[in-house]
């Protein structure tokens, strides 16, 4: 509120002021890289970043199967063709081996991708010391989609440092919110500053309005950047809070066939949502239990379905973990979202876990 206050105060109701300046650098310290842009949403920092890379009609772009369609929709607002890459077990982000097939294949066609968006699924990081050396094979750039990874870490560094440009979302569900909202980040201060350009719609430096290339109005409001610093500064609390979450769930549901979303040695998670997958051997249905839930005014949400399965994107080329495992596809077969709210009470949770575990126990 105070922030708030402060863009009133002093009449910065614009899609600039202090609060954009000072949320860009205190977002970057955060994370540990150099130059941020705040954005209206996270969507609109994938479509800059591809832009940034070139991609234009017919290119192709890799980008993970099991996400959130504001990964890749952009991929569609340049004219280009998505490629689809499958998850791998461990941490249900980007499978290595998927990629290397991807690139294979795109090698022997001629369609090497103009960049390969990797998104950081869940709050956890995907395995970016087997990624990253692939794709500096083929000598092609790194967008790293950390939408719902804000905070979270690989191997001691930031989740959303890891591309050669990252994203992040604050939407309304994402851990930390700017009611809608985004930021892109780079160590490319050249990046940054054409992204800029375009985000303001391309205005070119003349006292009069001057357009020489096609611009966007994806800039920040100065009022939702105002709660955008004051969210920074609760975010390891709701890291913490979503961490006991889903420990509370882990020890309550031990003994029941589900398995919880696994957390890689390599990583530490910002717990944003805290998934479960029913085991192969019951019956149960992800539907069944989000109805069972949704009776009783709980809301719960099946995995992400898959980019390649959706009617929009599955005319696409896609590539499996392996011949006989579609590991994205089982996810969003078997998987739940559990309700994971950083302001849940314990009562809740009870009541959450008395329920699920009721249905378990059925079987
Ligand atoms: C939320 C989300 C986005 C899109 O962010 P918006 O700010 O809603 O545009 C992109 N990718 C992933 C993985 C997301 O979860």
């Known amino acids: 509120m105070k922030y708030i206050q402060e863009a009133f105060d002093t009449n910065w109701i614009a899609p600039l002021g202090t609060n954009v300046d000072k949320f860009e650098e205190e977002l970057c310290e955060y994370v540990g890289v150099d ?11 994938i479509h800059l970043a591809l832009k940034y890379f070139g991609v234009g009609p017919g290119d192709y772009v890799f980008c993970s199967d099991l996400t959130f369609a504001g990964s890749c929709n952009p991929i569609l607002y340049q004219y280009a063709n998505p490629v689809f890459i499958d998850s791998e077990p461990e941490t249900w982000n980007m499978s290595p081996i998927a990629l290397e097939k991807a690139f294979e294949w795109a090698k022997k066609e001629n369609k090497m991708p103009k960049a390969v ?10 395995d970016y010391d087997l990624l990253l050396p692939i794709c500096e094979k083929y000598d092609v750039p790194v967008i790293e989609d950390a939408a719902e990874a804000l905070g979270a870490t690989y191997k001691g560094k930031k989740c959303g ?6 994203i992040f979302s604050f939407n309304g569900n994402k851990i930390i ?15 940054i500053k054409k992204m800029r350009f375009w985000a303001t719609q391309s205005r070119e430096p003349a006292k009069h309005y001057e357009h020489k290339e096609v611009g966007y109005n994806y800039r920040m409001s100065n009022i939702c950047a105002g709660i955008g610093r004051g ?7 709701r890291i913490a809070a ?3 979450i889903r420990e509370f769930y882990e020890i309550a549901l031990k003994s029941y066939p589900i398995n919880f979303i ?6 530490e998670a910002n717990y944003w949502l805290t998934v479960i997958t029913i085991e192969e051997k019951c019956p149960l249905k992800p539907d069944d239990l989000i109805g069972i839930l949704e009776v009783e005014n709980i809301e719960s949400r099946p995995v992400w379905k898959p980019m390649s399965l959706q009617p929009l994107f599955n005319t696409h080329k896609y590539f499996s973990h392996s011949k006989e495992e579609n590991v994205g596809f089982m996810l969003f077969e078997k998987g739940i979202c559990l309700p994971s709210g950083s302001n849940l009470r314990e009562d809740q949770l009870t009541k959450i876990i008395t ?7 059925v079987l």
């Not at 699924?121 to 995907?126: D, F, H, K, N, T």
């Not at 969210?231 to 609390?237: G, K, P």
């Not at 329920?355 to 126990?361: G, M, T």
């Open 242 to 244: 979503k961490k006991k």
């Open 177 to 191: 919110t700017t009611s809608g909202g985004g930021m892109v980040v780079s160590n490319d201060e050249e990046a």
């Open 262 to 267: 696994p957390i890689s040695a390599n990583s």
């Open 35 to 45: 130059h941020g842009l705040a954005l209206s949403s996270g969507t609109a920092g």
């Open 161 to 166: 440092s890891f591309g050669h440009i990252g």
């Open 355 to 361: 329920l699920v575990s009721e249905q378990l126990e």
């Open 231 to 237: 969210q920074l500064r609760v975010l390891n609390d």
């Open 117 to 126: 968006i990797i998104v950081d699924l869940y709050g956890q990081s995907a």
